[in-house]
């Protein structure tokens, strides 16, 4: 289990990020997870000295000087959780191509399917 926090980048608009953010923090018991709005000035921050492309619609996940996107975040937040969140780490034998050409199409949906809040979260 890694010792340092990890650092979760979301979309603080996205009901669905949002709702993903309190399902994780619920489940923290270690509390490893910190949360950064991609909108914020640190995300924002984040984002840059990462040299990660602005267009990426995705949640991010800095796990010491390892970086997730997209499904590869999604599981590796999964692993991170207790049983039986961890299981679905599992997905990880789905070739990435697939994996991530789902997770695309939900998030190209999300806010239709799911909705946006007026501001972030987290500023």
Partial sequence: MPKENQILLFDGVC?????AVDFIQKRDKKKLFRF???Q?????MLVGKLEISHELDSIILISGDQVFIESDAAIEIARLLPAPWNWFSAFKIIPLKSRNKMYQWIAENRYRWFGKRKICRIV
């Fill in 15 to 19: 009901n669905l990020c949002n709702g």
């Fill in 36 to 38: 950064v709005a991609l």
């Fill in 40 to 44: 914020s000035e640190k995300g924002k």
